[in-house]
């Protein structure tokens, strides 16, 4: 009777065991850090495009998790190509935290020099993203050009034919297009190269060095498919978090980027 006694409270400590082990090795979500800030002096945008894609699954859950904002650049084909990334869009439609945004719908089939030869191309490109996806924010970004047109004083392009194209995206259907100022880049399996404390070191230099677009915002660009890598997820929810405490910070949605 007492070894049988024995075995059964060794049955139930592995059994307790093995319930913390599985409890510790949940990954714990995180608590946000929503200080007031009344007397902030920067605004820091995050961006992502060419969503949905497989990352965009871990994207999206780190946007809840964290209550972060941000500004989603999506490519239109992407969901009619593979129907298996309609769930990650729809999450992203259903997430309160972002607003989605127009990337073309053929991400320019990646040639980029002879697609903004024909502005009127480009043009019905975006347009057709914009309806394959329902987008009704009129925020753009061109693939594999930084091009900003937020107003008839606000324009810069490193590419006269796209400059073209987007004029007339601006001027005929009220589109605002952005560029970026600072970019997390990554190797080419979605890790990112830098620290968090590098990023965070980097993005407020160049806002009190006055090195952006606009003077005291900055708009910064990363990629949906980084997110599949675990290094990238943490090193951005950082990043987040250091924005985040940051009393001269505050993140924001593209809606509210000023051009005045």
Known sequence: MRKKLIIVAIIFLLIDCALITIKLNQPSRVKPIHKPKPNYKYSVFLTSDDGPLVGSRYLNQLILDYEVPITLFLVGRNIVADPKLEPMFKSYTENPYVILANHSYSHANNRYKRFYKNSQNVV?????????????????????????????????????????????????????????????????????????????????????????????????????????????????????????????????????????
């Open 124 to 260: 019905s490109d975006f347009l057709l993203s914009e309806s394959t996806l329902n987008i009704t924010s009129h925020f753009a970004r061109f693939p594999g050009r930084n091009i900003w047109i937020l107003s008839d004083h606000l324009q810069k392009s490193d590419d006269s034919n796209a400059l073209k194209a987007a004029r007339k995206l601006h001027e005929k259907y009220g589109y605002k297009i952005f560029g970026w100022d600072y970019e997390l880049r990554h190797n080419g399996r979605g890790k990112i190269l830098k620290t968090a404390m590098e990023h965070y070191n980097n993005i407020k230099r160049m806002l009190k060095e006055g090195k952006t677009y606009t003077k005291n915002q900055i708009v910064v660009l990363m990629h949906d498919q980084m997110f599949t890598s675990e290094k990238t997820q943490k090193i951005v929810g950082k990043l987040i978090l250091l924005l985040q405490d940051d009393n001269e910070c505050k993140l924001k949605l593209l809606s509210e980027y000023k051009t005045e």
